[in-house]
């Protein structure tokens, strides 16, 4: 390297720009080099990871093989599709709260090594940092899951999944009762609880069947306003699957009104129209602290509703928001609540 | 047109649209009997019979009127608070979100709604209030200090840049927070779009002290406004102090567009085009500008925020999509027009 | 009748000294005239006589420092005109005039019925009353330099810092305003200091000249005195022929010298 003398700056610098770029290129050139090698390595043994589980290298106690060796493998229908598991599924990895609620449900609660962060019933179960609305591929995979359930494939969850080589189950929200009952089915099906999965529904059934009798089911004078948000009013109309539980009692829903095709079932209330339509009842589904805190007692406050029945009566009813929105074994539990707000207003 | 003439026609123009609000609705009440139940309130000694029940009364003087009110109070802010930023950046691209100021409401909302969410209803404007302010607040402290550095152009360039720097930074610090907590995302791009659904009388007299000292500050400091048009260094030798002038209609501005966002969320476009259609009207001068630009911006408010409540009753739309569907092309209605748009 | 006086006024912008040690004096009504080549620091002595750079040194306005005076009391006292004005498109003459008005308005004040007279007084005396609705952006070059005239005089300063007033406008319209500001020096005692590049123009009109090279002052008293071909050709690296000065007023003419590469011929 020839030597410079201080007095001339300009000649040091350009020479030294000269000379970065050809040690970037080389850098660079490595680092491709290095990148391409690793590809290499990961396209040939992609496909190879085996859905048992079997050889799990984690010390966290999973579920062992029960001895009904005729249950797998087995084709479940789920909303992505068919799933096939080869075998006993000892590792389960749960992305949506609901899902959690059915796996426990079932039996196959030994089975699951980790839930989301969201899912929180029943107590103790394995709550992680995993997120089901934003599924971080390699974070799911450290639990060695041998399937996994989400409620939505975001985050091309079901193909990276399948790239691994592990099942997954799309289990999306429930558009009607029926559909809930079959999805504890499929998760029976998959985590081999087939049988317990239908003792569940059975209950369900005929929980739901006895509350309804209770209460009665043509209650078409009664009107009702169910509440998702406060500022702006957001509501469930009768076709959303609420509106369905709901249904059962032949309550009338305020919103069905401001449905249109648009809103996919969650229009946008205007107040002015809550309070004219008068309800009988109103539901809150966003009462708890982290939901919004709209408790019946500020609802009750809110300028202009004082002369609604539903508030002079005393029928606003504060749900647990949970159980509100989602649609998994504990929906009995919702439906006895809003046979008692209509048992109480149609006295 | 003559500022008196404008005026007039502007204060017209806004009495014309809140009365028009005032009888339309969800509730569907009865024009004649909404009438009368008004004078009655307005003038009690008159002892009108009212044929509005007392529930449809509780609509009207309860979730109406202060929507009303509300959104003739928004409404002038924003525009004022637009105005005051064009003529303290000699730009008329300039909106009352500048400086950081919807970048700082939106992260204090989002943190409200995440980490506060059942304290919400009432944490939200405030939070947004705060965020609104702090966001000014580190914007022009940036951008002064970066100032005294460098000098680009007349130091007001540096600021709008500072502006822009801290905006997508408080963005950013927003939408990270709302990705680690995915379920309140819809509640948190609800409030960025805008409501008045909530309006209440409490609302109203909460951002009232904040909104008529702002305002008069703002419509006081018209004057300095135009000695500035002619840049700072004329402006000094005019007599101006434009570094003092500059902070005060800045703060002033702030304090406007943070009280309106902190009940109504982020309503776009208010603050950038209803000082455009004042122009248009009256001519540059921002003692004509500032007075045109509060009383457009309130009507033009109120008669969105009509719009939003009744056009897919009893369903809404949020109002932020309301004026930019109704004013976007208005605005280039506009603009065809004769003449260049000044600052 | 104002005097103003700059005493060894040095200036330094970005590190590089743009005014060395400069000092010059003009009585009350009296019409300094700064010329030197590009770059000498003529605007820049303008620009600290109004204040609005930082300089060493000290400027005084009828013997009492500047620097005492707050902004808007100097600009009662002082008007200062920059080359290139900013002209905002759409304000109307009237309006832009009434804006000279501002040293004389309190913080909180509208122009009253006082402020609209001298406005008026102002735009008829630059005769700009005709067009006094019209858009900035609508006006030529010499009836905008006339408005910007017409808003250094609405504010009734005792003395006028102009900076190249005339360098847009024709002969005509030249002669039109230095005439003009002549004639109000002549009948106000308006102290006037300008920078004009025409040097038989400032000769023409200025009692004093002060010739800057390179931030310093190289030459300073009347026109006959400072204009001198010998001085003119050395500082501006110009040839000249200076013609006439017995009336004081001497016109300089450029000569073209012989082609390239000839030796002249004295």
């Known amino acids: 390297m020839p030597t410079v003398s201080p007095s001339c700056p300009p000649f040091r610098e350009e020479e030294a720009l000269m000379g970065t770029p050809l040690r970037l290129v080389a850098a660079l050139a490595a680092a491709a080099a290095c990148v391409a090698a690793l590809a290499g390595c990961g396209a040939s043994s992609s496909g190879t990871t085996a859905a048992s589980g079997t050889t799990s290298a984690m010390a966290t106690p999973a579920g062992t093989a029960p001895a009904t060796g005729a249950a797998f493998p087995v084709t479940v229908k789920a909303g992505n599709g068919d799933v096939t598991l080869k075998s006993y599924p000892t590792r389960i990895v749960s992305l949506a709260p609901t899902a959690t609620e059915d796996l426990y449900a079932v039996g196959a609660g030994s089975q699951v090594v980790a839930v989301d962060q969201d899912s929180d019933y029943p107590d103790g179960v394995p709550k992680t940092s995993l997120s089901g609305l934003t599924p971080n591929i390699e974070a799911i995979a450290r639990y060695n899951p041998s399937l996994v359930i989400a409620s939505q494939d975001s985050g091309g969850l079901v193909a990276g999944m399948t790239k691994l080589g592990i099942p997954v189950l799309i289990e999306p929200a429930a558009a009607s009762i029926a559909a809930a009952y079959a999805q504890i089915l499929q998760v029976g099906q998959a985590t081999g609880h087939a049988d317990k999965a239908v003792s569940v529904v059975a209950g369900m059934e005929r929980q739901i069947a006895g509350y309804v009798k209770q209460a009665g089911a043509s209650h078409q004078d009664l009107t009702y306003y169910w509440e998702l948000s406060a500022n702006p009013f957001y509501s469930a109309a009768s076709s959303t699957f609420i509106g369905q539980v709901v249904g059962l009692f032949g309550l009338k829903n305020i919103a069905d009104e401001a449905d249109k095709a648009s809103d996919g079932g969650y229009p946008e209330l205007s107040q002015e129209y809550i309070v004219t339509a008068k309800p009988q009842i109103i539901f809150l589904a966003d009462n708890q602290a982290a939901d919004g805190g709209q408790t019946p007692a500020i609802v009750a406050n809110r300028p202009g509703w004082s002369g609604i029945p539903a508030v002079q009566n005393h029928e606003v009813v504060g749900l647990n928001d949970d159980i509100a929105s989602r649609w998994g074994p504990r929906l009995p539990q919702l439906v006895g609540e809003i046979a008692q707000a209509v048992e109480q207003a149609s006295k | 047109m003559s500022r008196r003439t404008a005026l007039g026609a502007a204060a017209a123009f806004l009495v014309v649209a809140m009365l028009t609000a005032s009888f339309v609705g969800a509730a569907d009440l009865n024009p004649l009997a909404t009438a009368a139940a008004l004078v009655d309130r307005a003038a009690p000694f008159l002892h009108l019979p009212t044929s509005l029940g007392s529930l449809d009364q509780a609509v009207l003087f309860q979730i109406r009127l202060p929507r009303v009110v509300l959104g003739a109070l ?87 840049l500072a502006g822009i720097a801290v905006g997508s930074f408080l963005t950013a610090a927003q939408t990270f927070v709302l990705q680690r907590s995915a379920s309140d995302v819809q509640a948190v791009y609800s409030w960025l779009l805008g409501s008045l659904s909530a309006a209440s009388w409490q609302q109203v007299i909460t951002i009232l002290p904040y909104a008529a000292v702002s305002t008069v500050v703002l419509l006081l400091h018209g004057r300095h406004l135009d000695v500035l048009a002619v840049g700072d260094e004329e402006a000094t030798a005019l007599g101006l102090r434009p570094g003092r002038t500059r902070a005060i209609v800045v703060t002033a501005s702030a304090l406007a567009a943070a009280s309106a966002v902190a009940v109504s969320g982020l309503i776009g476009f208010v603050g950038i085009v209803i000082p455009h259609v004042a122009r248009r009207i009256a001519g540059p001068a921002y003692t004509s500008v500032l007075p045109l630009s509060l009383l457009i911006g309130a009507g033009f408010l109120v008669l969105a925020d009509t719009l939003a409540r009744t056009v897919l009753s009893p369903a809404e739309l949020p109002i932020g999509v309301v004026t930019a569907f109704v004013g976007a092309p208005a605005f280039v209605w506009m603009l065809r027009g004769t003449g260049p748009v000044g600052t | 009748m104002t005097d103003l006086a700059a005493v060894g006024v040095t200036v330094t912008l970005d590190r590089a000294p743009v005014l060395n040690d400069v000092s010059c004096a003009v009585a009350g009504g009296g019409w300094l005239a700064l010329i030197g080549p590009n770059g000498a620091g003529k605007s820049t002595l303008l620009r600290a006589m109004a204040g609005l750079i930082p300089y060493d040194g000290t400027i005084t306005l009828d013997a009492a420092d500047a620097t005492t005076l707050k902004g808007k009391q100097r600009a009662r006292v002082l008007a200062y005109v920059p080359q290139e004005p900013t002209l905002p498109p759409d304000l109307t003459v009237e309006q832009y005039v009434m804006l000279g008005r501002t040293p004389h308005l309190g913080y909180l004040a509208t122009p009253g019925r006082q402020d609209r007279e001298r406005v008026r007084a102002a735009m008829a005396r630059l005769d700009v009353t005709s067009f006094a609705g019209r858009r900035l952006a609508r006006l030529s070059g010499g009836e905008r330099q006339r408005a910007v005239l017409a808003r250094a005089l609405a504010g009734e300063p005792r003395a006028l810092l102009l900076d190249e007033p005339t360098s847009m406008l024709d002969v005509g319209h030249e002669q039109q305003v230095l005439e003009l500001v002549d004639e109000l020096r002549r009948d106000t005692g308006l102290t006037v200091v300008s920078t004009l590049h025409d040097l038989t123009v400032a000769g023409q009109y200025a009692d004093a000249l002060v010739m800057l090279d390179g931030g310093g002052v190289v030459a300073a008293g009347t026109p006959s005195a400072v204009l001198t071909a010998p001085l003119i050709e050395s500082v501006y690296a110009a040839r000249v022929h200076v013609i006439g000065g017995s009336d004081g007023h001497p016109v300089v003419a450029p000569v073209r010298g012989p082609p390239h590469g000839l030796h002249e011929q004295s």
Do not use: C, E, H
């Open chain 2, 74 to 160: 928004v409404g002038g802010l924003l525009a004022l608070a637009g105005a005051g930023y064009q003529g303290v950046f000699r730009n008329p691209l300039v909106d009352s979100g500048m400086l950081g100021a919807s970048a700082g409401a939106g992260l204090g909302a989002t943190l409200a709604i995440v980490y506060l969410g059942g304290a919400g209803p009432r944490a939200v404007p405030v939070a947004a209030f705060a965020g609104s302010l702090t966001g000014v607040l580190v914007a022009y402290a940036t951008g002064a200090a970066a100032s005294r550095r460098t000098v680009l152009g007349d130091g007001v360039a540096t600021l709008l």
